[in-house]
């Protein structure tokens, strides 16, 4: 099993940028695949970027590419969300979430194992 924790949400204005971070627990998070997803209230899980175990795979939801990266360093056991030229529309909780499958990259937020409590991004206008 392993354990997620987010950090680096906060409130930035339009056009700015913010960096999320996900530590994980346990030695298996290098077999792991990795993704962020958002909420808004009312609104179910949104997937937004993953990464595959190695590194070398990623998506994107439309709206996210161009402006968000996801990255990995699996000797920290930690997993990035880059995002820059924030809008307002990025206002969610954003998680975490490990896949124990590390074959196919997986975009659809059932199909993923393990969640962090999230941390609040907020983008004012």
């Known amino acids: 099993q392993v354990q997620l924790v987010e950090s680096g949400g906060g409130l930035v204005q339009a056009g700015g940028s913010l960096t999320l971070s996900c530590a994980a627990s346990?030695?298996?998070?290098?077999?792991?695949?990795m993704g962020w997803f958002r909420q808004t209230p009312g609104k179910e899980r949104e997937f937004v970027a993953a990464?595959?175990?190695?590194?070398?795979?990623?998506y994107y939801t439309d709206s996210a590419k161009g402006r968000f990266t996801i990255s990995r360093d699996n000797a920290k056991n930690t997993v990035y969300l880059q995002m820059n030229s924030l809008k307002p529309e990025d206002t969610a909780v954003y998680y975490c979430?490990?896949?124990?499958?590390?074959?196919?990259?997986?975009?659809?937020?059932?199909?993923?194992?393990?969640w962090g409590q999230g941390t609040q991004v907020t983008v004012s206008s």
């Open positions: 979430a490990a896949d124990r499958n590390h074959w196919v990259v997986r975009t659809i937020h059932v199909e993923y194992d393990y």
């Open positions: 346990g030695h298996t998070f290098s077999s792991y695949n």
């Open positions: 990464i595959r175990w190695s590194g070398g795979i990623t």
